[in-house]
């Protein structure tokens, strides 16, 4: 016992040691001159994170609209009807998919803040980071609009809700303070002096929704820089944007750099395909058969449109090139065993035909793919911002400015000029081409078509312009406030 | 044996003869000699002490059990004492030749408990404390200690649905006292905390005692929350100078029982069912008989002051399913030699075990089920020869022919785990000895995954893919102790003990997979798998280490043998705890007094009361959490350019965050009980009641993201949450045991004995700490298909602990759609809750001359199942033309449902239960004289029948759920019988056991 004492009585209290992870006192010893690079790009690989992935924030934004559905098969996909909920906006405060798309929002201010006051000297990083951050608040304020705002100086637990004026007041400034030392390049996957902008035309264009007051000239503003920059322009071939390789797009501002093997979490393949179709693109898994779009959404499709081949519809064969057959179709489905994928579906639930429903395809989806696929999530391109151009003119009255711009987009699809311009022909233009990029919630929330009814749903009230704070989050945090109608 | 033990008996005698030698040299007058036997046996007792009465003069007896004493004029009277016998004494008279006849100390063999950094006079224990003997054991096919206790003990639950021989059983003491933080009692084994199970084989064991209440359990400190089992191994030889060997061996025949009734191949098309035109048992597929067999054997003995036994056991035990097994070797050697007239004790114990395992794929057990009936094992199609090696396999989602499933992936590994542990004890005063021990105790893993290249579930799609793990964990423990036995008075009797402790323990782990290989080599050969990043690839290693400080002491006060009194403390560091709470304290206090020592009691022997009040604790599951480290973020290249790879790093990002208040849990337990026996003790048995109050639990939970993290001011949350002390449960129950020793009936002797256990459920009282707060937390999904997102398990603040919530089926329409009583995950009602209320155990033991009978019944009231095959596949919806369904005699069948299976009131199901659990039957054959001493023959059978009203797999507890969230909190979501679990089995044991001397 008395050597034990001894043994003891040195070091009673314990450290505990690390072995395999680093400490904040080791980062902050750390010489490594790429050090500060790499936890920059950790920051950014948050954003990277989930965006694509099922259950998260792009699934309550394509569900909530009117171009995508998640129709229920029998008990596949009834999920306990959250999905049906989303699709009808009869959601409630306490689905997955809303705290999962929050989660993703703030770990990425939380990582940020960390950030900024580990290296409150370096001032180019610590613009870049504020920049960065206002990037899931650009999320946020559209999807939970009073949200808190939290900055490196936050200080206490936990935060109050800001109102949505604020959070617009406070992505304007984070962006507007430090754009000046952000650099004039294309660098599609960080910040730079044009991806602020476009950031800030998002911001503009929906600054009524947000603030109800309308910000048209300055989005129009904004939109200009980035177009008259000359750095980006519209791709010749739409698809390329999308594709594998999109990383040398020419019209792709800000993108996600997924990668199979590195930075995991797109995975748009499993998420609409059917089982079977694994045998057309060899997947390394079987597909889950999940997502698909509205039949009208589809039929507004121009035949002509290069658009329309955004969506995966028809017989569909093996990779080769025998036709595959669901020996589990339904009885009752017309189209009978051989696969084919029919814009129609016969009901959103309890028993939409497996094969039911146009799927998404206008990501390239590569040849063995794994589960996780390797395209970089398009965020904003260009012509996102010469769309954003043409409405921004439009509503201030500049017609003309306004359809030269809606043009330049219609005619690279290969479709006819407009001779006149209306904000219909804005809304629907902006629908066909950007089906599945998690914009069209936005849109038809400023277009005032949300609370419509659609196939499958009622008329909504207007509060469902608004997400609901996440009653995990209000568990979590007892001092946010629900939203109004909630 | 006896041949290798001749040296050392020769020795012996040699030694013993000097020792003679030098008393005749003293000698002065007359001598006596004598033979010192054990009537029973009818053998001599070699080395009994026998003493001069009243002076220090003595001698022990030979190889033959022979002394020899030379006498002084007043020497009146001779002392005669052995380990395990009543020490006698002989007037010595005008004798000159005596033979004394020893008599075995039975009480004293049976009532030591041991409690702890020592043992005890069961008459002197003042809280729940429970000793079960061998003989008391579960019998049959028993391959882990936890096992030998199932249903023994009031208020011990030992779980383990399905009959899977490498599947672990769950433990539980008392119910439910923490989720976050490890729930299954501390196994204390030879005085090694934390000992792992593995390192110990059910047949040496000679006791395991159970520490039930906070008083008891608080000698542990901060590891004593869930309880506490103390294994003691066999340590000892039952006589000196002589060797004696026990070989026992059985062979076991296990059968898969209760298979879920299904529709055969012609309802199944009758309904609507794709018909692939063959008709297929995909269970009888699947299932066989299993035979396995065990092996022991044992040599112990011992002479003078040492004490040996070495052990060797060898279980084979094979699936229901081909591809599962375990096969395992234990070795054991526990030797103890003492020195300086056994004043200076020293024990080493070593135990070394080597498991060989294999496992399948256990959704093979859900396809076996559901797969379709008229689908064939194979199909001859040159595209199924060359995708899937000839099995019949259909793209279909979530379809899988089970049997290609179980032979094209596995699952194998090796377990490898030793335990040594060396002991010395000094006696510095005859009342004072100081002891020192240290144990290591390692355990290494190696296994391998394997999905063939023609396996249609992952292999196919990636290439064929192998997995090679390995894990290795070592703890080691220095512990010294100071024991002092005090006479203050006549009547007061006082132990005070102290002590100091040190335990580091460190584990370490790599794992690596690859994928696309051109052969079937599997994790033999991962260099031929061409991917190796990406999906289905992984490369990966990780280590911790972590270090407990403890001091503790304890003082036990005996007043005449009347009223008895014990307190204990217990100080405990650990390097795991967030650097503001350092340091915990751990006190116990209890009370007792055998009031037939005070009062007439009239046909009690025994009755004693007893209070006791216990705080416990419980440590974080993992040492880093209050560090909140950094750890692997994604692959970044920094240029972009994959042609440049010097600027390619991995990122880190926080993925926890820190808690620098992180410390232990805290429970407080007052135990009242009484102790009893009745007609001179052959009715014995003990009545408890408890209740707990658990504080502080450890538990991972949602804190505003991205906020400033309260936990470690100045930075922010990165993870939705994290790991805090917060929450309040409450819980009690009522214990009863009671056992009558040998009740004869004529030739005929009866010991039953039952006890039961009424739990008064886990109560939630808050979900709270400072400014974190819940109402509600809820768990548990049903799965894969269509059931990913609704928890049916909803904590709430005031209720029990995992309550089912969910909608009312008020009935079914004209055409069988469901009609519920609310679609609002918010309206949902509470359904039931699947922790139990009761639990029982009714032993019975016959003896009938050579003949033993004992069966033994085991049940459980009070608590839900989800019955998950219900759940899924019950419906005449429209998967049931790709699956097969289920037909319990709780299936609706007028209408059939045609819903969507949503899970709602109908699935929860009453998983009351009786079960013959064990049953045996023996005769012994006596033979002595010869060196066969006995041979025993035996029967036994377990789980011969189960009355429930229960139409799942196994109407077992379910403690915990694996397939729900991180593995911490699997506790806060019972009651749910997953899909996949292992068939129940039935098996039937005829084994030998031979004693030699």
């Known amino acids: 016992m008395v050597p034990a004492l001894l043994l003891l009585g040195s070091c009673w209290e314990l450290d505990q040691e690390v072995l395999d992870g680093v400490t904040p006192q080791d980062v902050a010893n750390s010489t490594n001159p790429q050090l500060i690079n790499v936890l920059k790009a950790s920051a950014y690989s948050r954003i990277v994170g989930g965006w694509g992935a099922h259950n998260g924030i792009w699934a309550i934004h394509e569900v909530a609209s009117d171009e995508m559905a998640i129709p229920q098969k029998g008990a596949d996909w009834e999920d306990g009807g959250l999905w049906l909920r989303i699709h009808r906006h009869t959601w409630g405060p306490s689905e997955e998919a809303f705290n999962n798309s929050w989660n993703y929002c703030f770990t990425a201010v939380g990582e940020i803040n960390n950030l900024i006051i580990s290296f409150p000297d370096v001032e180019l990083l610590v613009a870049e980071l ?235 989806y590569a040849t063995g793919a794994g589960s996780s696929l390797s395209n970089d999530y398009v965020l904003i391109r260009l012509a996102d911002i010469i769309l954003i151009k043409a409405e921004a003119a439009f509503r201030q009255g500049k017609n003309s400015e306004a359809l030269a711009a809606l043009n330049q987009v219609r005619t690279r699809a290969s479709l006819p000029a407009l001779a006149s311009i209306s904000a219909d022909d804005i809304y629907n ?40 704070i996440p009653l995990q989050q209000i568990n979590a945090n007892p001092n946010l406030t629900q939203n109004p109608g909630y | 044996m006896r041949n290798y033990l001749l040296k050392q008996k020769t020795f012996l005698l040699a030694l013993a003869l000097i020792f003679c030698a030098t008393l005749v040299a003293n000698a002065q007058s007359r001598t006596v000699t004598g033979t010192v036997m054990d009537p029973i046996l009818g053998e001599s007792v070699p080395g009994a002490t026998v003493l001069i009465k009243g002076t220090t003069r003595g001698t022990s007896t030979d190889l033959d059990g022979k002394f020899s004493l030379d006498l002084q004029p007043n020497d009146q009277v001779l002392v005669i004492s052995f380990v395990g016998y009543i020490v006698q004494e002989v007037e010595i008279g005008n004798q000159t030749e005596i033979t004394i006849n020893l008599e075995e100390d039975i009480q004293s063999l049976e009532e030591a408990v041991v409690i702890g950094y020592g043992s005890q006079d069961k008459k002197e224990l003042t809280s729940a404390v429970i000793s079960v003997k061998p003989e008391d054991f579960n019998k049959g096919n028993i391959s882990n200690p936890a096992q030998l206790l199932q249903g023994k003990v009031a208020g011990l639950s030992v779980t383990r649905p399905g009959g899977n021989p490498n599947g672990g059983f769950n433990v539980r003491l008392r119910g439910l006292s923490t989720f976050g933080a490890n729930s299954s009692p501390l196994i204390v084994l030879d005085g090694v905390i934390g000992a792992n199970l593995d390192n110990v084989d059910p047949n040496d064991i000679q006791s395991i005692d159970v520490l039930k209440d906070g008083s008891a359990a608080a000698i542990y400190g901060a590891r004593g929350s869930s309880g506490v089992i103390l294994i003691t191994t066999t340590k000892k030889g039952s006589k000196q100078g002589r060797a004696d060997v026990s070989i026992n061996a059985f062979g076991t025949m296990n059968q898969a029982t209760n298979l879920i009734p299904i529709l055969s191949a012609d309802e199944f098309v009758a309904r609507g069912g794709t018909d692939f035109g063959s008709d297929t048992d995909w269970r009888q597929e699947l299932i066989d008989d299993a035979y396995s067999y065990t092996t022991n054997a ?102 899988y022919n089970p049997v290609a499933l179980a032979n094209q992936q596995k699952f194998n590994g090796t377990n490898k785990s030793s335990l040594t542990s060396y002991r010395a004890e000094y006696d510095i005063l005859t009342n004072l000895t100081i002891s020192a021990q240290y144990s290591e105790d390692r ?134 705890f967030g650097e503001n709470n350092q340091t915990g304290v751990f006190p116990g206090l209890s009370v007792g007094a055998d009031f037939t020592q005070l009062f007439d009691m009239g046909v009690f022997s025994t009755f004693k009361p007893r209070a006791s009040f216990g705080i416990t604790g419980n440590l974080p599951p993992s040492p880093t959490l209050a560090l909140g480290a950094y750890g ?49 003790n052959k009715v014995t048995g003990a009545i408890d009641y408890y209740v707990r109050n658990i504080s502080d639990l450890l538990f991972n939970v949602p804190v505003a993201t991205g906020a400033p993290n309260p936990f470690d001011p100045g930075r922010f949350n990165t993870a939705s949450s994290t790991w805090v002390n917060l929450a309040d449960l409450r819980a009690a ?114 003896g009938w001359g050579g003949w033993n009978l004992s069966f033994f019944f085991r049940g459980a009231w009070g608590y839900d199942l989800y019955n998950s095959y219900r759940g899924f596949y019950e419906n005449a919806d429209g998967a049931s033309n790709t699956w097969n369904s289920v037909v319990t005699d709780k299936t609706p069948t007028s209408p059939l449902v045609t819903s969507t299976p949503t899970f709602n009131s109908s699935y929860l199901e009453n998983g009351s239960f009786i079960r013959l659990d064990n049953l045996e039957l023996g005769y012994k054959f006596n033979t002595p004289g010869s060196n066969l001493n006995s041979f025993r023959v035996y029967f036994a059978a377990q789980n011969l029948f189960t009355i429930t009203d229960y139409t799942g797999i196994d109407p077992e507890i379910r403690l915990t759920d694996a397939e729900n969230g991180n593995g911490f909190t699997t506790s806060l979501s019972p009651g749910i019988e997953r899909r996949n679990t292992y068939f129940q089995t039935r098996s039937f044991t005829l084994g030998v056991t031979a004693n030699f001397k």
């Open chain 2, 733 to 846: 129950g009522f214990e009863f045991a009671v056992n009558a020793n040998n009740i004869k009936l004529g030739p005929l002797s009866w010991s039953p004995g039952m006890n039961f256990t009424i739990y008064d459920k886990t109560t939630i009282e808050s979900l709270s700490a400072g400014e974190l707060g819940f109402d509600e937390l809820r768990f548990a999904t049903p799965g894969s298909p269509g059931q990913n997102n609704n928890p049916i398990i909803y904590n709430r603040v005031g209720q029990t602990l995992g309550d089912f919530y969910g909608p009312k089926l008020l009935g079914y329409t004209e055409d069988g759609q469901y009609i519920l009583s609310t679609d609002d995950p918010n309206e949902y009602e509470k359904l039931g809750n699947g922790l139990p209320k009761g639990e029982f155990g009714l032993a019975n033991n016959f």
């Open chain 1, 130 to 364: 504020k920049v960065l951050r206002a990037l899931p608040y650009l999320w946020l304020i559209d999807a939970f609009g009073n949200v808190p705002i939290i900055t490196e100086t936050s200080t206490g637990g936990n935060p109050t809700n800001n109102t949505r004026k604020e959070v617009f007041a406070f992505i304007e400034s984070s962006i507007l303070d430090n754009i000046d030392l952000l650099e004039k390049k294309d660098s599609k996957t960080t910040m730079n002096y044009y991806t602020a902008k476009a950031m800030l035309a998002k911001l503009y264009i929906n600054a009524e929704v947000y603030t109800g007051t309308p910000r048209w000239a300055d989005a129009e503003a904004a939109a200009n820089e980035v177009i008259n920059s000359g750095v980006y322009s519209l791709s010749f071939n739409f698809f390329s944007n999308f594709s594998t390789r999109n990383g040398g797009s020419t019209e792709n501002i800000l993108t996600l750099p997924y990668d199979q093997n590195n930075a995991g979490g797109f995975n748009l393949a499993q998420m609409t395909l059917h089982y079977l179709s694994q045998n057309t693109f060899n997947l390394q898994e079987q597909p889950w058969n999940g997502y698909a779009s509205l039949e009208e959404f589809y039929n507004k499709f121009d035949d002509n449109d290069v658009r329309k081949a955004s969506f995966l519809v028809g017989p569909q064969f093996a990779a080769d090139g025998t036709r595959l057959n669901d020996i589990s179709a339904e009885p009752g489905d017309p189209d009978g065993q051989p696969l084919t994928f029919t814009p129609k579906i016969n009901e959103l639930s309890p028993n939409a035909f497996r094969q039911a429903g146009a799927r998404v395809a206008k990501y390239e």
């Open chain 2, 443 to 576: 355990n290494n893993n190696l296994s391998g995954d394997f999905w063939s290249r023609q396996d249609f579930q992952v292999g196919l799609g990636a290439g064929g893919s192998a997995q090679r793990r390995t894990f290795d964990r070592s703890q080691k423990i220095f512990e010294t102790t100071l024991r002092y036995e005090l006479d203050v008075s006549d009547k007061l009797n006082m132990t005070l003990l102290g002590g100091a402790a040190t335990q580091k323990s460190f584990s370490q782990g790599f794992n690596a997979r690859v994928r696309q290989y051109l052969f079937d080599l599997g994790w033999n050969n991962l260099g031929a798998g061409a991917i190796r990043l990406g999906n289905n690839t992984d490369v990966a290693s990780f280590a911790n280490e972590d270090q407990l400080n403890s001091l503790f002491g304890r003082a036990n006060f005996n007043w005449d043998n009347k009223i008895f009194f014990s307190a204990s403390v217990r100080a405990e560091t650990y390097s795991g």
């Open chain 1, 429 to 468: 233009e902006r629908g066909f081409e950007f089906f599945a990029e998690g914009i069209r919630r936005s849109d038809q929330i400023r277009f005032g078509k949300f609370n419509q009814p659609w196939w499958e749903k009622g008329a909504s009230q207007p509060f469902r312009g608004l997400f609901p």
């Open chain 2, 632 to 680: 692997n973020g994604n692959r970044i290249d920094l240029d972009g350019d994959p042609l440049t790879q010097n600027d390619v790093f991995v990122g880190i990002v926080q993925n926890s965050n820190p808690n620098k208040d992180l410390k232990w849990e805290t429970k407080q337990e007052i135990n009242f009980g009484v102790d009893f026996g009745m007609w001179n």
């Open chain 2, 298 to 399: 044992s040599v112990s003995g011992g002479f003078e002051n040492t004490n040996y036994m070495a052990s060797v056991n060898y279980r084979d035990n094979q699936g229901i399913v081909n591809g599962v097994s375990n096969k395992r070797l234990n070795t054991r050697i526990n030797l103890s030699q003492g020195a300086f007239n056994n004043k200076l004790r020293f024990n080493v114990n070593l135990s070394f075990t080597n498991v060989d395992y294999e496992n399948i794929n256990d959704a093979a057990f859900r396809y076996a089920t559901l797969y379709n009936p008229t689908a064939p094992v194979f199909e001859n199609t040159p595209a199924a020869n060359e995708r899937f090696g000839g099995y019949f396999q259909r793209d279909l989602f979530d379809f």
